[in-house]
Structure formats: structure tokens, C-alpha cells
């Protein structure tokens, strides 16, 4: 590992000592505007806590028009099920294994600390030649490109942007699906326990999960789909009753848990051991690639007490809705292979005293799609008498064939490592959408060091993608002095 790999990364660690789970950057944005305190930068921040550091021209690159780098501080905040890691307080983990960096049990946050690391240790070399720049750390992207949309006229100056949210180094991210996120409430009609009932605890647990763009075309096992099958072969088979459910901790991660209370007579058990073991079994032989550790398991609760079931009638309602909704990739594209056109992700579940509340996640690349997928969920839910809200939706970000910085990035990658890069667009969402809506002109390009299962768990950072990187990045900002110069 080279000196600037283990200085990046020592801020790395740095900045995963401080919590930052989507909503609650507050901490973070201090941090920069401290950073650039004590580097003797200029910065600013607006009314949702966005931060700009602006770092000066290196000698001889004055009048280059500046540079934007840009990042989110926000992280999706997942954890295993035998974790105790409190993200408002504990600090994330660092553990090398070889050529890969992980946390214990949580997410890493790589996506996107690693783009604050480097933009922040680049502003700290001053020999290092580069035209003005323009350091954009954002809030709030996990949740819907939220500190993007805030976004106001004046806060940038840059007309290039380059946007470290990418998780494949060599790869070029030039355009990127449009998205929203519908959450539904469903009224609950609750009922007393029956007396001969015994409260159980049927838990869907070991799923990969993952990111619900980049995953989501992958045969990966949704917890709260998978939870919503076996209750209803229980209802087939058991006199059952559905006290509550709960799954999924974020609309863009593919649920890796999910759990629901029920009670039935203690003769059912032995009939409910069984479904429970011919699902487990059925649903490991379906998702055997991604889902090595799935379990469906079936436990006795010993507190009962002030438990109330939920009516047959509305946990039908409950099973029909949360198997009609649509998970997973809708439609591939007819022009690029293997990009997912358009996807739906059933990301939470869960049961409050008087309703069922659902979010879904949708994404696609075509505006018309995304409405008709997002009318699908609308009408299924309204169909079972549930209220529907959407989110704000962000556009997708079309690539412009055309791109001078496109071009330029692969005629600098190429001369860097003797090989082309790949020039690809993305089902998940990135910032450049919504950054190119809000100021027109802007050129942009998206790229950053390779990771793993963002959004779970399994995260993991490649480090010596890290370098690679880092040296293309300083071959393409001399590069914009030496087109100056022709």
C-alpha cells in the first residue's frame, strides 16, 4: 500500500468516527467546515447543511475555470442481526483482509465517505497541480438525492463536475436511471388474542441484501416477500392469527431481515414446523447463488400480554398486498445489455398500532415507465383501501454522446494505464441527475474505487483500486491545463 492509499484511508477512519446515517449529517458538516478551517479554506454551507470547500488554483492554473469534486456525507446505516453497533454513537470499524477493507457486522460507508477522503487530502497537498476547485459535499442522498434538490443557483460556479460515487474503478458512469419512493398506509383492524393461543416469532434472516440499483436485476431473496409467502402457507394450513410484521431497514436496500409476531394453537405447532422447514428448504434451492445463509425459523415468545392480533380480514389484505407488489427488475433495456431499464424494490415493512406502513422504492431510465410501474403500486394499494403518498422523484441523468469530458477522461485513463476504460450507464441514482437539472450546461462524469455490496453488511472496499483512482484523477486535472495550452 503507497503512503497516499494509507493517508486516504487513515481519513477514512476518520471520518467513519462520525455518525452520519442519512438525515443526520449535522456532525459530519461540522467536521468539513472544520477541516477547512484549519487548511485556511474558504467554504460555505446552505439552509440543509450542503457544504462547498473552495481550494485555489495551483501556480499557473489561475485562470482555469474551476473544477467541481463532488460527494455525499450521508451513509446507509445496516447492520447484522447479532450486531450491537449503535450508528448514532459508535464508531464504524476498519478491518483489512488482503486487498479488501470491511467493517464488523455494519455497512462500511465507503459509499460515499471515500470520495470525502480523497477530495480532502487532494486539498491538503498543495504541490499537487490542479485548475480552482470546487469541493460539493452533499446531504442526504440515501434518502432521495435530498441536499442535491436544495441545491440553489449561486452555490456552485464549476460547469464541470466530477461526481466520486461510482463503484467500479475503469469504469465511466455517464448516465443513470430517475427514481421515487411511494410509501403506503394501510388501516389495521385489530382483534382480541384468542385465549387458546400461544404467541410465536417467525423470522426470515441470513438474505444478502444489497443495493436496490446496482443488485436488483440478481436473483436475490427479498426478506419481506419471502416473509409474506410463508405467513400465508401458515394461514393454509393453521387456524393463525398476524399480531405484527417488520422488515427492511431502507427504501434502496434489498431486505435482509424481516420478521412477523403470530399466535396459533399450541396443536398447530407440529403442522407449522413443517411449512416453516418446506419453505426454508424451497427457498434455498431458489436463491441458492446469492442467499448461502437463508433461514426461516419459528419461535415460542414468552411475553403475551397486551398483545392484540390483527384481523383475518385485514392480514388477507396485508398478504395480497405485499404479494402483489411488484420487486425486482421490470424491464431490461433494448439498447444496452444487461442495463436494468426499469425495477421496483419492496424495501420496509412495518406494523404500528393502527396501520401497516410499506415504502417502495422505483427507478427507470424512462420517465413514462416510472410512472406506469408507480401506478401500479398506487392502484394495488388503493384497491385494499390503503392510503398512498410518493416521495419527490428525481430525473434520470441521459448520456450525451457528444461529452468533450467523456472524452477526455477516457484519452487521460488510457494514457495512464495503457488500457480503455468502460463507459457505462447505471440503473441506481446518482447526484448528476438532479445537479445537471438545477444548472444547465453542466458537464459531468461519475467514477470512484471499486466496492462491494454497498448498502449491506457485506460492504467492502477494494484498496488498490483507491490508488488508481487517485493517479487518474491527477492526470486528468493537469489535463485541462495542457488543453489550455494547444
Known sequence: MDAITKEILALFEEINTIPRCSGHE????????????SAGLGFKFDSVNNVLISVPASPGYETLPAVILQGHMDMVCE????????????????IIEGDWLRADGTTLGADNGIALAMALVLARHREIPHPPLELLF?????????????????????????????????????????????????????????????????????????????????????ANKLLAAVL????????LHVLS???GSAHNAIPRHAEALVSMPPENIERAEATVMRAEEEARKNYAEHDT?????????????????????????????????????????????????????????????????????????ISSELQEITGKITSTARSMGAEVRHGSSYPAWQPDPSSSLTRRCKEVYTETFSKEPAIEVIHAGLECAVIGSRYPGME??????????????EERLYIPSVSRVWNFLLALLVSFKEDSRK
Open 26 to 37: 449535522e456532525n459530519i458538516a461540522n467536521w468539513l467546515k472544520e477541516q477547512a478551517l
Open 79 to 94: 447492520k447484522t442481526q447479532a450486531s450491537v453497533h449503535d450508528f448514532s454513537r459508535d464508531p464504524i470499524s476498519h
Open 138 to 222: 452533499t446531504v442526504d442522498e440515501e434518502n432521495g438525492l435530498t441536499g442535491a434538490n436544495e441545491l440553489m443557483p449561486d452555490f456552485i460556479s464549476g460547469k464541470t463536475l466530477l461526481n466520486l460515487d461510482s463503484e467500479e474503478e475503469g469504469v465511466f458512469i455517464t448516465g443513470c436511471a430517475g427514481g421515487l419512493t411511494t410509501t403506503i398506509s394501510l388501516p389495521l383492524e385489530r382483534t382480541p388474542l384468542p385465549v387458546s393461543h400461544k404467541v410465536y416469532r417467525l423470522a426470515v434472516t441470513g438474505l444478502a441484501g444489497g443495493h436496490s440499483g446496482v443488485d436488483i436485476h440478481e436473483r436475490r431473496a427479498n
Open 232 to 239: 400465508g402457507s401458515l394461514m393454509d394450513n393453521t387456524d
Open 245 to 247: 410484521l417488520s422488515g
Open 293 to 365: 445463509s437463508l433461514s426461516v425459523t419459528l419461535s415460542m415468545q414468552d411475553e403475551n400480554e397486551g398483545l392484540q392480533a390483527i384481523s383475518h380480514e385485514t392480514a388477507k389484505k396485508i398478504l395480497f398486498l405485499l404479494n402483489e407488489l411488484p420487486h425486482g427488475a421490470v424491464r431490461m433495456s433494448a439498447d444496452m445489455p444487461g442495463l436494468v431499464q426499469t425495477s421496483s424494490n419492496l424495501g420496509i415493512i412495518r406494523t404500528e398500532s393502527n396501520q401497516l406502513i410499506v415504502v417502495a422504492s422505483q427507478r427507470s431510465s
Open 444 to 457: 459531468m462524469i461519475s467514477f470512484g474505487p471499486t466496492i462491494r455490496n454497498p448498502h449491506s453488511p
